[in-house]
C-alpha cells in the first residue's frame, strides 16, 4: 500500500539554523499538507500546497517558513532561523481528489 | 473558547465495550476528520465526512452538520484500539484540530 514518507525521522538543530524536513507524498496526490505538533499539545495546521503554489497558511507559517516541491516528488518545509520553540513533530500529509489525508510519520525536530 | 471541543478527554473502557467520542465544533466547516494517533505519534486518519455517517470495520463516524456535532463510534472495542482519537474541522482557510480523546481499552 502506498505511503507517505518523511526523513529525517528526528533532527537535532541549533537555534539559528536552518532545517529543510522532507517528504515524499503518495505519487498520485494532488495535495500536500505540513502540520506540527508540539508536545503535548493540539496538532497545528501549517500550510496547505497545491499546483505548485500554497493554497493555504496558518498564522504560524509566518516568513521563517517555506515550502517547495523542487522535484515533482519531494515536498519539502524549509525553517530558515530555527527557535527553540520550533522544537516539535512536523507531520508531511497529502490526498488526492476527494480530499482525504494521507498522513506520514513525522520528523521530530529538536532546536537546542 | 475552543472552536473545536472534544469529550471526553479521557476514556477508560473495558474489551469489547461500545465506544462513543463526541466532538462539537463553533464554526463553519467544508469538512471534519476524525483521525488516530497511536502512541508512538503516527497519525493515521480514519473518517472524513461532510454529512450523515460512514462505517469501517468496527468503527462508525456521524455527522450533524446542523448541530454542528459529530460523533465516532467503536464497536466490540479492543486493546489495540488504545491511543488518542482526534477530530479535525476543516475550514476556507487553514483547518483545526480537537485536543483528543485518549482511549484506554483493558483486555
Known amino acids: 500500500e502506498p505511503e507517505v514518507t518523511q526523513t529525517p525521522s528526528h533532527q537535532v538543530t541549533q537555534m539559528g539554523q536552518e532545517v529543510i524536513l522532507r517528504c515524499v507524498p503518495i505519487s498520485n496526490h494532488l495535495y500536500f499538507y505540513w502540520y506540527r505538533q508540539i508536545l503535548g499539545q493540539k496538532v497545528e495546521f501549517l500550510v496547505s500546497?497545491?499546483?505548485?503554489?500554497?493554497?493555504?497558511k496558518s498564522e504560524i507559517f509566518d516568513d521563517q517558513f517555506s515550502v517547495e516541491r523542487p522535484d515533482g516528488s519531494n515536498f519539502t518545509l524549509k525553517i530558515r532561523s530555527t527557535k527553540l520553540e520550533d522544537s516539535a513533530m512536523y507531520f508531511c500529509a497529502s490526498g488526492g481528489a476527494h480530499y482525504e489525508q494521507y498522513f506520514g510519520p513525522g520528523t521530530r525536530l529538536t532546536v537546542t | 473558547k475552543n472552536e473545536v471541543e472534544q469529550s471526553p478527554q479521557n476514556l477508560t473502557a473495558q474489551e469489547g465495550e461500545f465506544i462513543t467520542i463526541n466532538c462539537s465544533y463553533s464554526?463553519?466547516?467544508?469538512?471534519l476528520h476524525w483521525l488516530q494517533q497511536h502512541p508512538g505519534g503516527g497519525i493515521v486518519s480514519l473518517f472524513m465526512l461532510s454529512s450523515g455517517k460512514k462505517k469501517h470495520g468496527r468503527l462508525i463516524a456521524t455527522i450533524n452538520i446542523q448541530e454542528k456535532h459529530s460523533s465516532l463510534h467503536i464497536t466490540a472495542s479492543h486493546p489495540r484500539d488504545s491511543a488518542v482519537y482526534i477530530c479535525?474541522?476543516?475550514?476556507?482557510?487553514?483547518?483545526?484540530f480537537g485536543a483528543g480523546t485518549r482511549l484506554t481499552v483493558k483486555p
Open positions: 464554526v463553519g466547516i467544508s469538512a
Open positions: 479535525a474541522v476543516k475550514r476556507w482557510g487553514d483547518m483545526r
Open positions: 500546497f497545491y499546483n505548485n503554489e500554497i493554497s493555504e
